[in-house]
């Protein structure tokens, strides 16, 4: 029977950056976005609730059999860190793990703009990163909090779940809080950071309403508040939050965010042209007096072309970035169209001629549907669902 360490340490060995572990399939190995089976002999019942079980301790059993999931990170190997997700599906377990790289990514290795190594040091205000789930958010979170703690003496609080990346004290004090192992919920754990005496308070993911308010209100007294949502444009991020909040008081929230938002990076991940690893594409708000007015004023269809003439402000839209990336030769010309938000303007961009082009919708609209976001507990008259 296999181990779940051999599979590990073939999953670190292959260059993956996830396993996944469901009964009836081979073991998956998640190879530059594409999933590859390692092996063609399907796993049973039995095999993957053994090697989950082998990663859980007593109480983490418990919790997973009353929840049906649980998440959780170990270091298993020497240097090599890892994420595990274990949840039932058709009653049986199935688990998905990533390797967390030992070392914390750096803005160059990452493809960061240069404006998002400033924005890691501003003194206050809300910072978010968004982009679909495996776009990269955690990392570029990790790499912020690398430059603030190298570059400021401050008191950093991370709230995870669960702990990815690990930091030490450098010219900062940096704690890492992991929900249910530190606390029981963001909510509970935002609540109880107004006392700890933080400069700067990461978000592992801002879930629901009280999460999305305290966050506001940290925001509001003077914290740098950093936090990702699963969005897939910066429009979108402001859309998606104030619609968590119940329809009296979303006026109340523009407001808030119109004085407290600072920057939006809005981010994915691509097969680069050669097909030996991911790009990233990025588009960068960065707030100035006519975005803050334009949220006030509910008018966010605006926001795009602000960020269009915002170049010298740092701001990009993504399909400057796209372009860019097509360009110098890192991406292809159709899977930068196929991702675009706005393939006709890409399109003219790049100087597509109708025939290439005619294999891209027709149609000028951002991207709303989202199939891996997460849940948000959102108001339904009066009740929250």
Known sequence: MRGIDELLAAMAS?????????????PQFRILGKLRPHGDESLSSSETAQMAHALLNETQVQKLRDQRSIDFSKELLPGQRFRFNIFYQRDTIALAARLIPAAIPGYEELG????VRQFALRPHGLILVTGPAGSGKSTTLAAMLDHINRSRQ????AIEDPIEYLHHNRNSVIEQREIYSDARSFSDALRSVFRQSPDVVMIGEMRDIETMQLALTLAETGHLILATLHTQDTSHAIHRIVDVFPPAHQQQVYTQLSMVLS???SQCLLMSSDQLRRVLACEVMNMNNAIRNLIRERQLQQVYSVIQTGKSQGMMTMNESLKGLVVDGLLDQEVALERSPRPRELARMLGVSQDEYAGVSQTEEFITAIPDAAPIKVFNGDRMS
């Open 14 to 26: 292959s260059n993956a950056s996830d396993l996944i572990l469901s009964v009836g399939a081979p």
């Open 154 to 157: 401050a008191h950093i609080i």
């Open 263 to 265: 920057a939006i990076i």
């Open 112 to 115: 960061l703009p240069e404006i």
